[in-house]
């Protein structure tokens, strides 16, 4: 079975830093590991989900301006697992972050989310 599992949220006061990892387990990201497309999103309370960054197969990243300076994603192929580094956190950066794979030739999988919370 496919599984997608987040970790690394939590309780940080205003800038602080957190690593968020994204564990995917399942033959499937076997198949093709360079055809994987990993994302990371957000949502706050009572706001939609959001895109945060992008990794693609090739390894190239793409970052959202509003967390762009504090925030790097990357990733471990040998472990299948993707990160999302953030640094300088803000109140606003409060959300629910989830993962999200994706294969051109496959369905998309998403993890259950890891609560990060900014506060003094």
């Known amino acids: 079975q496919v599984q997608l599992v987040e970790s690394g949220g939590g309780l940080v006061q205003p800038g602080g830093s957190l690593r968020l990892s994204c564990a995917a387990s399942g033959s499937i990201f076997s198949i093709n590991p360079m055809g994987w497309y990993w994302y990371w999103y957000r949502q706050a309370p009572g706001k939609e989900r959001e895109l945060v960054a992008t990794?693609?197969?090739?390894?190239?990243?793409n970052d959202a301006d509003s967390v762009k300076g504090g925030l790097a994603i990357s990733r471990d192929n040998a472990k299948n697992t993707v990160y999302l580094q953030m640094n300088s956190l803000k109140p606003e950066d409060t959300a629910v972050y989830s993962c999200y794979a994706h294969h051109p030739r496959f369905s998309g999988y998403w993890g259950q989310g890891t609560q990060v919370t900014v506060s003094a």
């Open positions: 990794i693609t197969g090739g390894g190239s990243t």
